[in-house]
């Protein structure tokens, strides 16, 4: 099981709410060019935050700074539809790919393709909800059909697999090398 301590779970916290914050759409990432991490972000959390309450905080955090980007940056607001709502479960569905992750955990590379699927699963489903839910429902398409949303899938897909991936890969080299100097400490010094 994937439970670090309390003192860790508020620095993972605090990394995850920064990394959200500096790549989130227009936010900042246009300034350092970084993929968008929020996706990773939600997955990340779920593996790693044991309090329930922060699925709601993040997603408080991602809503907040749409809304502050459009208000206030003139980032368009094309994407804010009714569908918006359903960022909530499709975030929900990431949050809780990472829980299910978690559960099977352990610091070996074993755990590794578990890793890959629930990421995997976890995003695919929150591309279907999110972008099948802004097809279909936004009032944006005149004639939505599922031929139509078969190929934005495939358009949009591969990039949000993507730039998950890149996060949940470089958040795994940070744990492997944590986990490795948390094992080569001398007994007295472990934390």
């Keep these: 099981m994937l439970?670090?301590?309390?003192?860790?779970?508020?620095?993972?916290?605090?990394?995850l709410v920064l990394l959200m914050t500096a790549s989130r759409g227009h936010h900042l990432a246009s300034l350092a060019h970084l993929p968008g991490a929020s996706w990773a972000v939600f997955f990340l959390a779920g593996a790693?935050?044991?309090p329930r309450w922060a699925l709601p905080a993040l997603?408080?955090?991602?809503f907040s700074l749409d809304y502050v980007a459009i208000a206030?940056?003139?980032?368009?607001e094309f994407c804010v539809s009714a569908a918006y709502v359903a960022l909530i479960p499709a975030y929900a569905a990431l949050w809780g790919a990472g829980r299910l992750y978690a559960a099977r955990h352990s610091d070996t590379v074993r755990t590794l393709p578990w890793l890959a699927v629930c990421a995997l699963g976890g995003v695919v489903i929150c591309e279907?909800?999110?972008?099948g839910s802004f097809y279909?429902?936004?009032?944006r398409f005149a004639e939505p059909t599922l031929a139509v949303f078969a190929e934005r899938l495939a358009t949009y897909l591969p990039?949000?697999?993507g730039n998950a991936a890149f996060w949940i890969v470089m958040a795994t080299g940070v744990h492997a090398c944590f986990a490795m100097l948390a094992h080569t400490a001398p007994r007295g010094q472990r934390t």
């Design 59 to 62: 997603l408080g955090l991602a």
């Design 48 to 50: 790693y935050l044991r």
């Design 3 to 15: 439970a670090p301590a309390r003192r860790p779970q508020l620095a993972i916290a605090t990394a």
């Design 72 to 76: 206030w940056q003139g980032v368009s």
């Design 136 to 139: 279909f429902f936004s009032g």
């Design 159 to 161: 990039g949000d697999l």
């Design 128 to 131: 279907l909800i999110s972008s």
